[in-house]
């Protein structure tokens, strides 16, 4: 019981005692296995309450055990079946079947007791509690046996309860059914017929089950009788004389005849032994009978010469000492009964493959006792084999190549040489010489593939396994040993040794640098695989290695051009409407792939609701209506993002001026001076940060060199080549097939120095643009404004902007 389930015993104990009143009990009757949900009883007009007291005593049905199949509705005042109710679950075979619970009301306390009666419906049939049962009934039984049947089982009670019993077919055996005073009924099955075994070995019997119900159901049970035999017939032989032949010298053991007996009865009375049981020329010493099967075998040693036939007496009999005899006449048969016998006089064990054909690699000589055609001998050997057996002169015969020998073909041939005279049925004898062929190195190594193609990433560990290249050859030991060499060959000019190397055993090749996929995106080397033999063979694979892409580059921004002596802005018109081209932030990545995939989001604003940037496309456009209440300085900062995992960014500042004329950006001018003095100290700040980076950079930097220089000086021991400086070559801008994030339409050209500052930027863009550029060291401002018609017309007609060395 649970903690929960006696918790709410020792309440209700203590509501009990507390109660003043008593209180009624209402009584209700339901059939089993109603629906849930089924009515029960109207509880409020039944204990004669109110619908407002059940809910505001909260009435809740109490069961004390835990199992609640019935639930009170409080908003109609019934119960309900709340779960399938299985009489037979509950009360098994207890009549009449009852739940009892409580209904409990709260302010003031209340109990009322409720017992509903669940009625039996015929919903289990009867079944028996096995579907087969046997019974073994000897031939011999009397009429009027008993044997009594298994009991069918009936979950019901009542008239839905087991009724009778039903027993088909009726040809031997009756059904009698008595009852045994606990109500419950006994069946037998009676013997009215006497039983053949001979006649009907198996019967098969249907015992049915009845109940009461409405339908009627019903279970089965089918009876096996085995009926057991009784010794009532003699053993019969097949037939009286059995003949039989046998040849001379034959082992012990071969089997010479059977014979065969039948009896018409079962298991032990038709279990028949055999024996001998007189016999002539001392038939008992060369012949044996298996008493159980009647198969005779021979027990000597049989010669035509001494005895040409046999006679043998042979008797059966069963377990009941019923018998039957016959005769077994054994003839005997002259044989040729002397094999040739070969002598090998003189073999070679091991020939090299490249032997001439009509090299001897055995002697022999054969001999035969038996005379005339017994003792003539032919001799051959197994085919599939590069040799043949030659007759030199009488009764010797040598063996011989007759083909050209392939070790990798066969390493070796067990040559079966059978040697067979002509006596009928014909002996034979033969022995097996074993040739081994020696290797010869004519094979060269094979590759598993024609040619090769790997993949590595960019920026890999110096030193990593790519891949594996295997070459097989079909010789052996030394000649079959491969060695994996790397041809000397060049890539842009550089050996391809100081790319990769080859493992000399196992062929595995290994990156010897790092590769940078914006420098190299595939080249090609070749392997040569060699073996050991004198003098050695080879052959060639061409590898082809591509350099996979990694996101190791951020977007560079080409367009708007952070300068640091001038203030760049884009002037917006008041009058500007909804979509206005305000500028457009170009950048490029120089990563390959989804790497390079851009993508464009306003990271913050002067004025988030004026101003959006394309995603796609990078292109600043107002959001709304450009009003006179907007301030005359906006600047964006516009992040660009690639699509590498982990995505990689750069940021730019873009300075919009909101104005109509010249006047309104010259008062707002010294802001932006204010905000270039910030820069500047910002600048400064990062400056000396990024020198104290670079220091410490710098010495990790020499620290790496020195190690590559050290395993670089060990590797030349392996290569027996000095390894050259590869220069390093800055990222190079190139267009990926379509792939990139600028149209075709806008072209750019970038020309970097090593100070930004200094650098020239060309590039194109489309629509008509208003370029403000202030220099905050002089006193005037200088608008270029390119609004020419052709311009307007042409939107996406470049625009040229080159900023001045500084």
């Not at 002169?393 to 083909?403: G, H």
């Not at 760049?568 to 008041?574: D, F, G, K, N, Y």
Request: aromatic letters at 8%.
């Amino acid at each position: 019981m649970s903690d929960r389930t006696m918790g709410r015993q020792v309440l209700l104990f203590s509501f009990v005692i507390q109660l003043s009143s008593v209180l009624a009990q209402v009584s209700y009757s339901i059939p089993e296995e109603m629906p849930s949900g089924s009515v029960v009883g109207n509880i409020v007009q039944d204990l004669g309450l109110d619908i407002k007291r059940l809910k505001s005593g909260k009435a809740r049905v109490y069961t004390g055990d835990g199992a609640e199949y019935i639930e009170l509705n409080r908003e109609r005042g019934v119960l309900l079946v709340k779960d399938r109710i299985d009489r037979e679950a509950i009360c098994r075979e207890t009549t009449p079947c009852a739940i009892h619970f409580q209904i409990i009301l709260e302010n003031p306390m209340e109990f009322y007791s409720i017992t509903v009666e669940i009625t039996d419906i015929n919903d289990n049939p009867p079944a028996f509690e096995k579907n087969e049962v046997s019974f073994k009934i000897s031939e011999s039984a009397v009429v009027g046996a008993k044997f009594v049947l298994d009991r069918a089982i009936d979950l019901d009670v009542g008239k839905n309860g087991l009724q009778k019993y039903e027993l088909k077919p009726t040809d031997n055996f009756v059904l009698k059914q008595a009852n045994q005073g606990d109500a419950t009924e006994k069946a037998e099955m009676v013997l009215q017929r006497p039983l053949d075994r001979e006649k009907d070995e198996l019967l098969s019997l249907v015992l049915t089950a009845f109940d009461g119900g409405d339908p009627q159901m019903s279970g089965t049970i089918r009876i096996f009788i085995t009926i057991l035999d009784a010794n009532d017939n003699a053993p019969v032989f097949t037939q009286p004389t059995y003949a039989a032949t046998v040849s001379e010298n034959s082992p012990q053991g071969t089997v010479i005849t059977s014979v065969t007996a039948s009896d018409a009865d079962y298991g032990v009375n038709g279990r028949i032994k055999y024996s001998i049981t007189s016999s002539l020329n001392q038939a008992h010493s060369m012949f044996e009978i298996n008493e159980e099967t009647g198969e005779i075998r021979l027990t000597g040693n049989i010669d035509y010469e001494k005895a040409r036939n046999y006679h043998l007496n042979i008797r059966a009999n069963d377990e009941g000492g019923l018998t039957d005899s016959c005769k077994v006449i054994v003839e005997v048969i002259d044989i040729n009964d002397n094999r040739p016998t070969i002598n090998v006089m003189s073999t070679s064990n091991m020939i090299s493959e490249h032997s001439e054909p009509n090299t001897v690699v055995a002697m022999m000589n054969v001999q035969d006792p038996d005379s005339n055609e017994n003792g003539k001998v032919h001799c051959f050997i197994n085919d599939n084999t590069p040799l043949t057996i030659k007759s030199t002169s009488n009764n010797f015969y040598s063996l011989v190549t007759d083909s050209d020998l392939d070790r990798e073909v066969a390493s070796e041939y067990n040559i079966t040489v059978t040697c067979s005279d002509e006596g009928v049925p014909s002996l034979s004898s033969s022995v097996t010489v074993t040739l081994q062929i020696s290797d010869v190195n004519d094979n060269a190594p094979v590759f598993d593939r024609s040619s090769y193609e790997a993949s590595i990433v960019e920026n890999n560990t110096p030193g990593l396994s790519i891949f594996t290249v295997r070459a097989r050859d079909a010789d052996w030991k030394q000649n079959a040993r491969v060695s994996y060499i790397l041809e000397d060959s060049s890539v842009n000019g550089v050996p391809v040794s100081s790319y990769v190397s080859v493992s000399a055993d196992s062929g595995v090749i290994n990156a010897v640098r790092s590769f940078d996929y914006e420098q190299i995106k595939d080249f090609q080397f070749r392997v040569r695989a060699q073996d050991g033999g004198s003098p050695p063979l080879s052959s060639n694979v061409t590898v082809r290695m591509l350099i996979q892409d990694q996101n190791d580059n951020p977007p560079q921004v080409l367009y708007p051009v952070q300068t640091g002596g001038s203030v760049v802005a884009e002037m917006v018109p008041r009058a500007a409407d909804v979509g206005y081209l305000v500028t457009k932030v170009v950048a490029v990545d120089v990563d390959s792939g989804q790497n390079a995939w851009l993508s464009y989001k306003l990271q913050r604003a002067t004025d988030r609701a004026l101003f959006e940037v394309g995603s796609q496309n990078g292109e600043i456009r107002t959001i709304r209506q450009v009003s006179d209440k907007d301030a005359v300085k906006q600047r964006l900062t516009v992040i660009v993002e690639d699509n590498g995992q982990p995505s990689r960014s750069a940021t730019v500042i873009v300075n919009v001026a909101v104005a109509d004329s010249f006047p309104e950006v010259l008062s707002e001018f010294t802001d932006f001076t204010q905000d270039k003095e910030y820069n500047d100290n910002l600048t400064f700040y990062l400056v000396l940060a990024l020198a104290v980076v670079s220091f410490l950079f710098i010495t990790c930097l020499v620290v790496i060199i020195s190690v590559k220089i050290y395993r670089w000086r060990q590797s030349r021991i392996l290569y027996h080549s000095s390894l050259p400086v590869i220069p390093y070559y800055p990222p190079r801008y190139s267009d990926t097939l379509g792939t990139g994030t600028l149209q075709h339409v806008y072209n750019y050209e970038v020309c970097r120095t090593t100070d930004s500052r200094k650098s020239d930027c060309k590039f194109g863009r489309g629509g008509s643009q208003n370029v403000l550029i202030m220099d905050p060291s002089s006193t005037g401002t200088m608008q270029r404004i390119q609004s020419e018609k052709s311009i307007l017309d042409e939107p996406d007609s470049p625009l040229e902007v080159r900023k001045k060395p500084f």
